[in-house]
């Protein structure tokens, strides 16, 4: 007779059905955003050289990428007019920034159901040597339909050595769950400039 552990027995009692299947193959994909690996929407802007590409996601969705006077969005959708109507389309931060070219797709049982993006938000307060601000990084987790995708939490990469693992765990947490215009962004962990920068208002 084979003998079940007592360690054994507690997975067995935590873990049972679809919640088990599910939590066992949660997990993270990547793919790009980098300008040669998307589709460009249109010519440059004239006067400000403002830009909107469309990449490749997952799971049937893309991701939109717009950027006017140096500031971007990101959105995701099925398609670039459903991505542009998102709430996450209508999210400025306030100081000028940009976005990394690797998304991070969070899914479970291969459905992905939120992104984490690294941005860089520029300090006016912390000019480098040739006058211009340095920028603080953090990590950005939005949420993925079905239902509205907008902004779940921040990370402040530089205030939490483990950001990665803390805006996985929020992803994994807050997403699937988060009411979008309801509820409030999370700041996860330690609060940290780029953070601070992000929220001003």
Known sequence: MNRITTAGMAVLLLCTGLDCAVAQSM????????PKDCRQIGKPGEFDGSTTRVCKGKDGLVVLIAEDDLREIVS????????????AAK???GPFNSSETTVEWRAAA????????RWHIADGTDPDKQGRPNTKAMLVVT????????HVAYVDAIA???????????ADDFARSF???KDEVKIIGARG?????????
């Open 193 to 201: 400039r780029a953070v601070e920068l992000a929220t001003m208002r």
């Open 179 to 181: 009411r979008c215009g």
């Open 143 to 150: 949420r993925l339909p079905p239902g509205p995708v907008c």
């Open 27 to 34: 997990g993270s994909a990547y793919t790009s955003t980098a």
């Open 110 to 117: 291969a459905k992905p159901f939120a992104i984490i993006q």
């Open 160 to 170: 939490n050595p483990n950001s990665n693992e803390l805006a996985r765990k929020a």
């Open 76 to 87: 995701v959708g099925r398609n670039r007019k459903a991505a542009a109507e998102e709430p």
């Open 91 to 93: 999210v400025w931060f």
